[in-house]
């Protein structure tokens, strides 16, 4: 249902400050709320855009100055009544594009229903090369930013719905309703890590104007209603520092040609966390899940070691697990942030999460399983 007031005129929107207040009418206006993604790429993006053109789509650019509006098409090929005698269906609409003041870190968004944003702007993205990384954070990284936002403002931060996944088990989920952020990662299944965080939506109540939004573990947020310097000032912005943190740790992690040495991502867990041979093949599950790839196991008892081929860029990794709380993984030649960043999610996902760190933590040496070949 569409409201009442003057929309500002887009044609002297030359700002990210204006941008956001024509967001805001926006999506007081319109029934369809704001759908965003925060990524790393190496290069600007606009760049990429321009270099690569992925089958099936087609962009068209325009500078604003702070800001890129994008106009992006993608022609799907399928079958049903949403499909043309030919059998394609067009998916088209607009994007806006920035970046944050932390290196390398943009924020797509549009305002538009879910076909748009998930069929069109986010496959987009991912049909890029590795240099435009899409990323995540844990459930330790969304527990940061709700403290961050809730320090930030004047009332109340409340989780109006939050969904937990056991890992491993898709169907396994919980809700929370109407209650106090903190209580969802205070919930016990969380604290002992046996679930992670999935999604929260929630609502900032304050004395002025109201807040309702939406953020995942794979940095989406959605700006619903209320006050948008909220949203871009102080959630996008604190997502991007929290995705930031996440690329340091996988950027430039590849091995070098004739060397045998490359640091290790480390995810620790409490000690005695991971006991008994079950844990070793509930990684390799894990690893299995991965999409577009391949995993040869070559120990499962009494460690664990897999190597993981990414099909995406050819990027290899091997995983060890060698003692009761750590989990190792070592970048093969090559590998890039965005194939690194994926193996480790899909551990913290499918096995269990822990802290990441780098860094020789383990208490075996790596190089007694490379043969000297």
Same mark, same amino acid.
């Given at each position: ?258 060397? &045998?040495?490359?640091?290790? =991502?480390?995810?620790?867990?409490? #000690? $005695?966390?991971? @006991? /008994?041979?079950?844990?070793?093949? *509930? ?54 942030? &965005?194939?690194?960043?994926? =193996?480790?999610?899909?551990?913290? #996902? $499918?096995?269990? @999460? /822990?802290?990441?760190?780098?860094? *020789? ?13």
């Amino acid at each position: 249902m569409k409201k009442s007031g003057t929309l500002l005129d887009f044609a002297k929107i030359d700002t990210l400050s204006k941008l956001s207040q024509y967001t805001e009418q926006r999506v007081q206006r319109e029934d369809d709320p704001v759908r965003a993604i925060t990524f790393v790429s190496e290069r600007p993006p606009v760049d990429v855009f321009d270099e690569f053109d992925p089958s099936g789509f087609r962009i068209e650019l325009e500078d604003q100055g702070e800001f890129i509006t994008a106009s992006l098409t993608r022609r799907l090929k399928g079958q049903g009544e949403e499909y043309d005698d030919d059998g394609y269906r067009y998916v088209e609409g607009e994007f806006y594009l920035f970046a944050h003041d932390n290196s390398d870190v943009y924020t797509a968004y549009t305002i538009s229903d879910s076909d748009f944003y998930n069929y069109g702007l986010k496959r987009y993205l991912q049909a890029l090369p590795p240099e435009l990384s899409l990323s995540f954070m844990d459930s330790g990284d969304l527990r940061r930013l709700f403290e961050a936002l809730d320090d930030s403002i004047d009332g109340q931060l409340i989780a109006t719905r939050a969904v937990i996944k056991s890992p491993g088990a898709n169907t396994d989920v919980r809700y929370f309703d109407d209650t106090d952020y903190f209580e969802v990662f205070n919930s016990p299944e969380v604290a002992e890590e046996d679930y992670y965080v999935d999604k929260l939506e929630f609502e900032v109540r304050q004395s002025s104007r109201d807040f309702s939004g939406q953020v995942s573990r794979k940095a989406e947020s959605r700006f619903v209603n209320g006050e948008s310097a909220i949203y871009f000032q102080l959630l996008l912005e604190n997502i991007a520092s929290l995705i930031s943190d996440k690329s340091d740790l996988f950027s430039n992690r590849s091995r070098e040609y004739g060397s &045998r040495e490359a640091e290790p =991502i480390q995810i620790t867990y409490r #000690e $005695g966390a991971i @006991e /008994g041979r079950e844990e070793n093949y *509930r990684l390799i599950r894990a690893l299995d899940g991965l999409s577009k790839s391949s995993v040869t196991v070559y120990h499962d008892n009494p460690y664990m070691h897999a190597s993981v081929l990414d099909f995406n860029d050819g990027t290899t990794a091997d995983v060890f697990l060698t003692s009761d709380s750590n989990v190792s993984i070592i970048p093969g030649f090559n590998a890039s942030q &965005r194939a690194l960043s994926r =193996i480790t999610d899909q551990i913290l #996902e $499918g096995f269990r @999460e /822990g802290d990441l760190s780098v860094g *020789r933590g383990s208490k075996r040496d790596f190089d007694d399983y490379f043969s000297e070949g």
